[in-house]
Structure formats: C-alpha cells, structure tokens
C-alpha cells in the first residue's frame, strides 16, 4: 500500500501535463455547454414599498426576527453603500427581487415563491450568494475571497456571520472558536486540553492567528510563516540569536501545538523523549532514561524537572558568546 | 529555480488559457443550467445605481424603526471561590474568594451612522477587557482596545535566592549542596509564585476615502511582567532561577489600499520592536566551584530586536469567475545587542571577537496564485509560494568558557538559512449544485544550509468529497498521501563534530505520510442532527535509522444536536484521539526505544432552556471534559513503562437567570473545575531529590474549586 502510494506520488507530476491537459479538455467541454444554454429572459419584479412590504411579515415577532438590523451599519440610513442608504434596495438589496413572493393572499395549499433565503434550502450555489455580499465587501484586498479554502470548499459569507444583528458575534473573539469549531471539531477540542492558549476563556480569538477569509500562507495564517505569526506576541523569541536551535529557525511547531496539548507548553511531547527524537547520537541524551532515574531511585536531572531544559534552558535561542550548547 | 520556471510557466499557461476561455465565456449571457440563478441587483455596483434610482424612488421605509439611540447593559457581578486557587486565576484572574467585578456595554448610534461602542469586561479583576470604537459606518472607524491577560504558573515555590537589583544572592550563611550532610532547611527561603501578567494596548484608525481608496494603522503594544521558571547548568549540576521579566513589543502596522474596478492594491508595512529591561542576570553559584573564580555566573536574558516588513498585495479580478493574485514581501528582523563577556570568572578573561552581534535575517516571500471558475460545475486553482529566511549575520570564532570553569574548544556561530518553496494544482468540479469532488497536486521543497545542506523534496497528492443527499445525509471525505525525499546532508562546516549519517532531524527527514478523515453527518429530522467523524494521520520516517521513526495520530467522535423544543437546545459530542510515536536513540546503532503513547478523551454537553419553570426563567448547562493520559516505554531491550503522566480536566458550568422586569435581570452561575495533572518528572521533585538539581521544591498542578457567581444586569 505505501509503495503504491509513493509511486504514485512520485509520479504525480510526471501525470501533471495530461492532468492539465485533460482539465483544458474539460474546461472547453464546459465552457461550450455554457454558450449553448439560451439566456435568461425573466424580468425582475422589485416591490412597490420595498422594506414596507416585507416588515409588515417579517418583524420582530417573526420566526426570523429581522429588527436588530436597524442598530447596524446596513441598517444605517446615512452609511455609504448600505441597503438601506438612500441609494440601496433595502432587504431586495441582498434577498433580491420580491416578485411572486409578496403576492398578498395565497390559496390554501399554496406556498409562497422563494426568495433568496441564505439557507441550505434555498438550491442556490454558495458563490452566488456570497458574491451579493461581495459586491459591497470585495473593496479590500486583504479580504479578498475568490479563490480562498474557505470559498472552493462552498462556504457562503453567512455560514460564519450574521446580518440582522446589531453586532455580528463572529466579530467577538470569545465566539469563534465554538463558530469555527463547528467545523474544526479537532481544533476545538485541543483548545480544552490541560495546556492551551487563552482560547476558551475568550481572550484570544482563532482571527489571532488565522485570516479566514484569504491567506498567502498555509493554514491561512495571519503572516508569511508559522514562526512570524507566534511571533506578533513572543517576539522575545524572534532574536536573531547569536546561537540559534535549528528546528526552531524552521518552524515553531516542530515542537509545540499551537491549539492545545496535554502536555506542558504545549509540547507535542515531554522532554526528553521531544529531544530524543533528533538528538540521540552525541553524549549524555544516548541514555535511555527509564524508570530506575526516578524519585526513590537513582533520580536523575536527565529525566526529572525540566529534563534537558534544566541545563539546556535556552531552547530557543542563545545570546551569550558561551551559549553554544544553549545553557546561558 | 528549475521548479520556479516550470511553475511560473505552467500558471502563465494556465492563466492565458483560462482568459482565452473565459472571455468567450463573458460574451455570451449566462444561466446557470442545474441551479437557482440569483441575477442579484448588488452583483454589480453601477448596474445597482442606474436600476436603483427608479426602483425605490417611492420607498418610505415606514416600518423601519430609526436605530436605538443608547443602548446597553450594566452588570454587576459578586463571585465567591471555594478556596484560594492561583491556577484557576489563570486567565481567569479569578484567584480568591469574594471578588466583585463589573462588566458594561453600551453602544450609542444616530440616524446619520455616527456610533460608539464601549464594552468593559472584569472590571476589578486581572482579566480586565476594555474596548471601545468610535466611527461613522461607511467613513472611518478608531478603535481602542486594552487586555489584561494574567498567566499563572505556579504557587508558593521556594528558593534560597534573593533578588539585588540584577543579581540573585544566596544567603551569607549558605553551604554548597554538594558539600552538604543533611537534608536541606527551606524554612527561612524566600516564597514566590510564578506568574507573567501581559498587558495589551491595541490602537486602530481605518479610514474610507470617496476615490477608492482605504486608510489603516494599527498600534499595539504588549508588555509582559512577572516572575518566570528559569534554570542554569554549572557542569555537572543545576539550579532554578526566578527569572524576572519585563519586557514589552510594540507594532505598527499601516496599510494602504486601492481599489479601482476590479483590481485591488494593498500595501502595507509592518514594524515590530522588541525591548528587554533586562539583557542578563547574575546569580550565586549554590555549588561549590571547580575552580577558582566561578562562584558567579551571568545568563543572557532575550535580546532586544526589531522587525519590518513591506508587503504588497495585488488581486485582479480578470472576469467574474477568474481572479489573479500576486503577494511580494521583504523584511528583515535585526538584533544588535552588545555581547556579555564569555564569562565572569576573571580568570578566564578573553577578548571577544566583536563588541556587538549585529545579526540580521532578510525575509522574502512571494506567492503567485490564479483561480478561474470555468463553468458552475468545474473550476480550477493554482498556487505557487516562496519563502526565505536568509541569515545575513557575521561568523566570528569563539571560545565559549564552559560554566565560567574552562574554556571550550573554539566555535564558529552557525548562520541557518532555509528556503522553502510550494507549487499546487486544484481542480474543483461540483458535479452536483450540492456535490463537489476535488483533486489536489502538490510538490514542495526545502532547502536548510546550516552546519550541513539539507534538501527535501515533499510531493504528494490531496483529494476531497463532498456529497449531500436528498434525504439530508451530508458526507465529507478527504484523503491524502505525501512522499517527501531527504538528500543526505552535504556537510558545510568543518569545525563541529560530524553529525551521526544514521540519524536525519524529523523536520528534515524522508517521511511517508498518509491523511484520511471522513465525516458523515444527518439530519435525522427537523429537530435532530447527528454526526460521526473519524480521521488518522501516520507519518513514517523510514530512512532515518535514529532518532524519530514515527508518529500517528487517530481520532473518532459523535456530536448530537437536538431542537427539543422551540425554547430548548441540547447539543453533545464525545471523542477520542491516539496519539502514538517511536523513537530510536544511541550512539551507533539502535539499542533503545522508546514508546509513547497519549490518549485523550473528550465529551462536552451544552443544554439550553430559554424559558424554564416560568417564562421568567431561563437555564444553560455545559459540561466539558478533556481526560488525557500518556505513558512511555522504554525498550532497552527488556520493556521498562515509565508511570503514566495524567491529565484531566473537567468543567461544569450551571447558570440560571431570572427576568425580574424587562430591564433588570438576575443571574446565578455556578461553576465546578477540576485540573488533575499527575507527573512523575514534577510531582515529587523537591529541593532534596536529585544531588545535583537545586529545585524550587514540589509542586502539584492539582486543583479543584467552586466558584459562584451572582449578578444583576440593567439592561437600557
């Protein structure tokens, strides 16, 4: 099974020409289906008394309470580009034309015409509902959605944030990570662990570290790389260091998990065995440190305490011409 | 470059091709074949303007309420601890009983749009939350934001070290450990807790121009102060130290951007600055000295250091399905402390090879990436990305003194450089309006010039489903499987020992890896969603014969979700992750190992009742539990299992609220935690376990208290 899997992998590149030329093939195939489809005719049928019309159904009382949009910037009279601005459509701006769907008595049996309802039931694809609220949203280029994980994995703009609000609780930091976790179930349940970040008592938000909505990086990290974004808050980790620890140069998770451990730092492991995994072949860490180096026995400061870090308490870096070995 | 050539040529390719296909794609009007199309008034601004004007000329918006004025709540909170528990004080800053706090928000909002925010959190305890915006919706926006967060780490340690300005002395009557008889005395030692307050001011003004332009600078600055765990080794023997810290980091970040139809500009730079109080500590050697003139050492404390970094970011929306994005960013993160001297022995003086380290790290990192959306059921991603960490610091010789005793053999300072760079290819066809199957090509490298060259080659292929049923039943499942090649490392520096050829550094060894995880999730009807997901990732690290060999990590869970009721919620999951991994370690050959396997058990349960007993009455109960275990064998060869290291901790939250009027609300919360953390290497150190460690005694992390909390809540 791995030798098949390496072959494969091995290969994949080789395969990359007939790959693409196989997705050009397709996407000719495509785009002509799309230039055979006759267009839409179908006007549009905006309301006559816009927000008149629909708050007379939907008020505050209303299955979908819709009021708290008022206190908000879109519900703002005087806000540039808002839907309610002068120039906006009101709640046509974003559910679009009202057509059949404000028809005033219905026959019994009859449902009402569907509106654009940003719900899984409404058969429309998510770029196109996130693209209404892009239209207004796309102006920066730090936010800028197409093309982004989150975007061609179909998530819509209000799978995360809310609209008729006063304020939008994904904007809170103490709400992301049970909203982020919906999905990230993993991350979330590290945040619980015994070692964590100040995640679940809300001071610190997953938005400190990860740009939802686009990213250059892996992960959609706020920085370039990993280390750069631990460093906004340990910069005392940034040096550069007159003796610098490789693994930490490359990245900081070679050794920490940044959601949570359950083990002390957020350690992925304990040292020494986390030491052990790359020095094990000069001096002192060869020893195999096991149960007779405990308390009662033969205690070593190998095993015990801050294992290595009780001499080697530099780990990440050393500033004192005789810290070569990171102990000063 | 070979690998930048071909990429940059293969997304110029794709890019002419794309634009080729999507032009002709734009000419002729589209309709969504399968799908519900939404020719959205808002899907093009001019197009909104010139239908709008006639369209809602004779709007009134009669209905619409005008905004709430003020608005906001005051609460005022009485929280009564069980006992004095410093750990729970962590972040919390709730660490003794009888604390009364205060939390607030209110928001002022006019017709016009002009607003202000202020919201106090913890007011009266070391977890105070200020933040507080000022704005006109569509204009500008200033925010201000203060934090407190308090880390505590341990409670009443001890230690014979007094603090003197830089220095820690021990007392005058103090005898060295190791020529000591009895057990040590800490009756008359000092008492301290360790603990880092941070404290963080965060300023933002963001301002909107009528000629697409946008204004953003934000300020932060973060101090951190308080005692930290430190330790230092004189030869054969170390000590704690209480480590004082005071340091802070200010950042600046000030952003430009430009919008202009359907491109984008942002740039951007970024300024970080590190200051120290402290550049070192001295401190008494509590053993006796092998020679002469070492009874005082001095350890650096973290340099001060700054940073910056100009970024530009460029995204061309091409044509409604195609966008193009370009990333360019240089930097460089600086340090040029004056170096201590190599010891304070004065008998081992030398002179430095330099009066300062100027070091100094130059960044780059570019990314190039294209997605184009060639129909509703195919599109199509690109990504390469570059990224440099170039160490441009000076390579002076040194003779480092080892612990302040005798000097070392002469040692030239390493200067790590790395350079990594990644190429992906993605298409997406969504082959249903609900069902997407994607495939993902991906190649990386990473190149490391240190003591030795090391270049890997990582390449691999990602593949995801996601399907939906009519009957509700939503199935995710994503696979991937990775191959990374290591080079064996060409050796650059002649002055250090040679690295053992059986041992490759995990983060740059060959390694196998293999990713599944597969999530199914139904509604089992309209109040019921269940959901079931498992996932394992094993990496394999096979051509290294030392060191790392492998680490696998499985977890599988349930989550429940339950509309009981219209005023009711009930929601649950439990899970359970394995973690398990091997290490080889000796000289020559692999004469032992070592095992270590960690499990983790959570389960968390949230119930809501929004009107319980009396419409008054509301309920919300959450119970989280994170029960984790590890344990390692050692293997030498016969199998000696070091005692578990346990960790759980458990959390049961109860609150009731009672609406006395619409304005004023009571509040009861109660809350129970439980930190259990058993482990051999901490639990039973104290001062006299080990000979040669000086410790700050034992310490437990176990905790358990009971917190209540009432309140009373005026809402305006």
Sequence with gaps: ?328 | MKHLSLSIISILTLLAFSLGVSFAYADVPVNESEEQSIASPTSSSASTLTEAKPINADWLCEYCPKPKTLSGNVQVNFGYLSDDVYHFGHYSGIESNGNLFLSTKVNYLTEQGNYAKLLVDNAGLDSLNLASKLGYYGHYQFSFAYQEIPLRQNQALLTPFQQQNNTLVLPDSWQYLDQRTTPLETTTWRQFNSGVDWQKLSLSWRYFTDQNLDYAINYQKLKKSGIEQSSAAQILNASYLPLVIDEQTEQIDAQLNYQLNDLSINLSYFLSRFSNEYQSIHYENPFSSYVAGAEMAEIAHDPDNHAYKVRLKVNYQLLPGSSLKLYAAFGQMRQNNSLLPYSSNALLQQSLPNDSFDAKIATSDYALRFYSRWSSSLSFRAKYLFNQRDNQSQQYLFTPVFSDTYFAQPQQNTLYDTKKEQLSLTTFWRFLPSQQASIEFSKSSKTEHGISKHKTNNHGVTGSLLLQSEAGVQLTIRASHFNRDADLPMRLSTQLSDENPLLQRYNLAARVQNKLSLQVGKALNEQLYASVSGALSKQNYQASSLGLQHNHNYHYGADLSWQVSEKTTLSTYYQIEEITSQAKASDNEALWTNDTKEQVDSFGLTLDIKEWLDEKFALSLQAIISDGSSATTISTPSQDKLPEVNSVWQQFNLKFSYQINPQIQAQLQYQHQRLENDDFAVDYVDVNTVDNLLTFGAVSHHYQVNYFVLGLTYQF
């Design chain 1, 1 to 328: 099974m791995s030798k098949c899997g390496q072959k494969l992998a091995k290969t994949c590149f080789l395969v990359s020409p007939i790959y693409l030329t196989l997705t050009f093939c397709l996407a000719i195939f495509y785009s002509n289906l799309a230039f055979s489809t006759p267009a839409s005719s179908e006007i549009e049928h905006y309301s006559k008394d816009g927000a008149d019309t629909c708050l007379q159904c939907h008020d505050q009382t209303s299955n979908f309470p819709v009021m708290a949009i008022f206190n908000s910037a879109h519900g703002s009279k005087d806000s540039k580009n808002a839907p309610f601005s002068t120039t906006g459509l009101q709640c046509e701006a974003c559910h679009g034309a009202v057509g059949e769907h404000a028809v005033k008595r219905l026959r019994k049996g009859e449902s009402r015409a569907p509106m654009i309802a940003f719900s899984a039931q409404d058969n429309i694809a998510a770029e196109e509902k996130s693209a209404i609220c892009l239209s207004c949203h796309q102006k920066s280029a730090a936010t800028h959605w197409q093309g982004s994980s989150h975007q061609v994995n179909n998530l819509t703009c209000n799978d995360c944030h809310q609209i008729h609000v006063s304020e939008d609780p994904i904007l809170t930091k103490s709400n992301q990570l049970e909203q982020c976790g919906q999905c990230h179930k993993n991350a979330k349940l590290m945040a619980h662990r015994a070692s964590t970040h100040p995640l679940r008592s809300g001071q610190m938000g997953c938005s400190d570290c990860h740009q939802p909505h686009d990213s250059n990086s892996d992960n959609l990290l706020i920085a370039d790389t990993v280390n750069e974004t631990c460093f906004q808050c340990h910069a005392e980790k940034r040096g550069p260091f007159l003796w610098e620890h490789e693994p930490v140069t490359d990245s900081c998770l070679n050794c920490h998990q940044a959601h949570g451990s359950n083990q002390a730092n957020l350690l992925t492991q304990r040292a020494p065995y986390l030491c052990q995994n790359c020095h094990s072949s000069q001096g002192h860490p060869s020893f195999s440190f096991g149960s007779s180096n405990l308390p009662q026995q033969s205690s070593s400061a190998f095993l015990l305490g801050r294992s290595c870090n009780n001499c080697h308490s530099k780990v990440h870096g050393s500033n004192h011409p005789s810290g070569s070995q990171l102990q000063r």
